[in-house]
Antibody
């Protein structure tokens, strides 16, 4: 059974940093691209970042480029999202998701972790 | 960036009725379009990919159609558990992957 478990969310002040983790199990982790998608309270879904299975290719939304870094450790079956220079508009539930083939579609999602940026 | 526009924003139906949800792309995305269902407090769930293929375990009452810029998600006979928000997503022209703003299916 595929499972994705996010952790690392919480309350952080504007300008601060946070690192999210997503621990995966139930599939050959290194063979699949992973993505982070966020959802602000009461809003829709916003793609944040994706990383290839090998870790050598990454993509970012313009809204986070230069502030967020996606990475993965295939020996630990974990994908990370390092978030720096956080802003109030980054407040959201952050989901990690597994790609079914290539980069899309996103066939399994974690339950999400809430990041709140506020003073 | 490809903008996906979903309509209507909200659709109100009774169990047993047919639901038709629309997703229109600002430019052609070929058939690289997926649909997701999200219930309150839960993560999204993949329903349809490549416009018309049901994901594993998705009931046959869910079907997708369309190509290019116009897509439809149809629920042939709405069940009580189908009341949720539905999002479309494209990856034909990316980054960025983009999502529609969602359609709420309510009782």
């Amino acid at each position: 059974e595929v499972q994705l478990l996010e952790s690392g969310g919480g309350l952080v002040q504007p300008g601060g940093s946070l690192r999210l983790s997503c621990a995966a199990s139930g599939f050959t982790f290194g063979s699949y691209a992973m993505s982070w998608v966020r959802q602000a309270p009461g809003k829709g879904l916003e793609w944040v970042s994706s990383i290839r299975g090998s870790g050598d290719t990454t993509y970012y939304a313009d809204s986070v480029k230069g502030r967020f870094t996606i990475s993965r450790d295939n020996s630990k079956n974990t994908v990370y999202l390092q978030m720096d220079s956080l802003r109030a508009e980054d407040t959201a539930v952050y989901y990690c998701a597994k790609a079914w083939a290539g980069w899309y579609p996103l066939d399994y999602w974690g339950q999400g972790t809430l990041v709140t940026v506020s003073s | 960036e490809v903008v996906l526009t979903q309509s209507p924003a909200t659709v109100s139906l009774s169990p047993g009725e047919r639901a038709t949800l629309s997703c229109r792309a600002s430019q052609s995305v070929s058939s690289f379009l997926a649909w997701y269902q999200q219930k309150p407090g839960q993560a999204p769930r993949l329903l349809i990919y490549d416009a018309l293929h049901r994901a594993t375990g998705i009931p046959a009452r869910f079907s997708g159609s369309g190509s290019g810029t116009d897509f439809t998600l149809t629920i042939s006979s709405v069940e009580p558990e189908d009341f949720a928000v539905y999002f479309c997503q494209q990856r034909a022209i990316w980054p960025p992957i983009t999502f529609g703003q969602g359609t709420r299916l309510e009782i």
